[in-house]
C-alpha cells in the first residue's frame, strides 16, 4: 500500500520512524487488524476521531513524500475509535499516524490489584501450580516479584488468565506510567505475535511510543 503526500511525525518523549497521512479506514478495514478486544462501554464519538488520529504499526519504506506499507496494519492505539468506524460505517478520509515495525516495543500493561497477593496466588492455583522458581518463560510479576506457571502452555493462554483475573474484579488495569504497590504485570507478548493478527484481552499491551 502506497500513501502519498505525508509527513514525518515526531512523538514527544519517543525516537521513531513515523509519519503522518490520510486513509480511509472503512474502506480499508480488510487490511487494519485490532490486537486486543475492546470494552462494551465505547465512549468514542466523532469529535474525538477528527481529534485523536489512530497509530498503525506496519514495516515501512520511506520514498520522497510518499511510504510504502508492507505487511499487516496493526492497531497501536485506536482500537475503540476503530470499532466506531465499522459499527457506524464511516466511510471518510481521517490522519492516521504510521509507526514502523521496528521502533515498537511491547511491553505487558500494568494491572493493580484488588485483594490480598495471597487471594489472587490462590485463585491462580486452582488451575496452575505457581513457582517462584524460573520453571518456565511465562510468569506475571508483582512487586519485582516473579511468580512462574510451568503449566502454561502458550502467551494467549497466559493472558486467557489475565483476562479471568480482570473478570473477577482481582485486577484493574493501571497504566504503566503509573507507580502504585501491589502491581502485576505478565510475560510481554513478543512483537511478532502481536504482528501475526492475534486477538489479546483488553488492556493487555503497554505499547512505545504513544502519545501518553
Known sequence: MIINKIESF?????????????LNLFDNKSKIFPHEETQNENNITYSILKN?????????????ESIELEGNLIILDGHHRFEYILKN?????FDVIFVDYED?????????????IEE???????NYAVNKNKTSNFFYEINGEKFYLNEIKSISELYNLKKALQER???????????KQNCISFTPIPKKVIFSKSLFPYKSTW???RFN
Not at 89 to 93: C, G, H, I, L, N
Not at 169 to 179: E, K, V
Request: contains cysteine; glycine residues 4%.
Open 207 to 209: 505499547i512505545t511510543p
Open 120 to 126: 489472587l496466588n490462590n485463585f491462580v492455583s486452582i
Open 10 to 22: 515526531v512523538f514527544k518523549d519517543y525516537k521513531a520512524k513515523a509519519f503522518v497521512g490520510k
Open 52 to 64: 485523536h488520529p489512530i497509530i498503525l504499526g506496519t514495516k515501512i519504506s520511506a520514498r520522497n
Open 169 to 179: 474484579n482481582l485486577i484493574t488495569p493501571l497504566g504503566n506510567n503509573i507507580n
Open 104 to 116: 515498537i516495543e511491547v511491553s505487558s500493561h500494568k494491572s493493580i490489584i484488588n485483594c490480598s
Open 89 to 93: 460505517e464511516v466511510d471518510e478520509v
